[in-house]
C-alpha cells in the first residue's frame, strides 16, 4: 500500500513564472490538504479538497489555486511566483468519511523561487 | 482562527533525560492534537495524537497530556535516545475539518 506520494521532488523557477505540483493520496483516503512550510517553521495551511472542491482555504493569495481529480489526487497551482513562495510544499491525505482527523504527508515538493 | 504557541523552540538533553514541550492552543472548538516528528529533509511523521475526551495517552517512551481547561497540552518524552532528535511539532485541528494549524516547532538534540 503506496503512502502519499508527490511529484517533483525539487524544483527551481524563476519570479514571475507558474508552476504545478501534484499529489496522490495514501489509498482509502478521499481528503488532499496542501500546506507550505518555509525554513525553520511549521507548516501552514494553504487548501483542503474533497469531492473535487475547495472545502477551506487559508490565509493565502489567489495566486495559489488547485484541483481534485475523480480518483482523489490533487495539484496545486501557483501563479506569478514571488521569490517568498520558495518553501517546501507538503501534501497531506485523510479520510472524511472515517470522522478523524489523523493526516498522513507525503514527502513534499521544494521549490526555489531564483 | 487557531493559533499555537510552542515552547521551547530549542532543547537540549543528555542520552537518557527526559525531555519535555509544551503548546497552547486558542480555540476552545478544536478538539484534536496531533504531534509531529520531522527529520531534517524529511516528511512530518504522526508520532502520538490525542482527543479532547482524553486527559492523557501513552506509547512506550512517548505520553502526550491536554488540560482543555487551560487549552494547553505536552509532549513527554521519557529514556531520550540520540535517534529522537529532529524538529517536534505540535498541532490542533476542529473536528470534522481535519485541516491542522501548527506550532512553529521545537528542535530536540539528544547528546549522547
Known amino acids: 500500500d503506496a503512502g502519499v506520494t508527490q511529484s517533483p521532488t525539487h524544483l527551481i523557477k524563476t519570479r514571475g513564472q507558474q508552476v504545478t505540483l501534484r499529489c496522490s493520496p495514501k489509498?482509502?483516503?478521499?481528503?488532499v490538504s496542501w500546506y507550505q512550510q518555509a525554513l525553520g517553521q511549521g507548516p501552514q495551511f494553504i487548501f483542503q479538497?474533497?469531492?473535487?472542491?475547495?472545502?477551506q482555504r487559508g490565509n493565502f493569495p489567489d495566486r495559489f489555486s488547485g484541483h481534485q481529480f475523480p480518483n482523489y489526487s490533487s495539484e496545486l497551482n501557483v501563479n506569478a511566483l514571488l521569490l517568498g513562495d520558495s518553501a517546501l510544499y507538503l501534501c497531506?491525505?485523510?479520510?472524511?468519511?472515517?470522522?478523524?482527523?489523523?493526516?498522513?504527508f507525503g514527502p513534499g515538493t521544494r521549490l526555489t523561487v531564483l | 482562527g487557531e493559533n499555537v504557541e510552542q515552547h521551547p523552540s530549542t532543547l537540549s538533553v543528555q542520552e537518557g533525560d527526559s525531555a519535555v514541550i509544551k503548546c497552547t492552543y486558542s480555540?476552545?472548538?478544536?478538539?484534536?492534537f496531533p504531534w509531529y516528528k520531522q527529520e531534517l529533509g524529511k516528511r512530518p511523521q504522526l508520532i502520538i495524537d490525542?482527543?479532547?475526551?482524553?486527559g492523557e495517552k501513552k506509547d512506550q517512551r512517548i505520553a502526550v497530556t491536554l488540560n482543555k481547561t487551560a487549552k494547553h497540552f505536552s509532549l513527554h518524552i521519557t529514556e531520550t535516545q540520540p535517534e529522537d532528535s529532529a524538529v517536534y511539532f505540535c498541532?490542533?485541528?476542529?473536528?470534522?475539518?481535519?485541516?491542522?494549524?501548527f506550532g512553529k516547532g521545537t528542535m530536540l538534540l539528544v547528546s549522547p
Open positions: 489509498s482509502g483516503h478521499d481528503t
Open positions: 490525542i482527543r479532547s475526551n482524553v
Open positions: 480555540d476552545s472548538a478544536s478538539n484534536y
Open positions: 479538497y474533497y469531492e473535487e472542491e475547495e472545502r
Open positions: 498541532a490542533a485541528s476542529e473536528a470534522g475539518y481535519s485541516t491542522l494549524t
Open positions: 497531506a491525505s485523510s479520510s472524511t468519511g472515517r470522522g478523524n482527523n489523523e493526516q498522513f
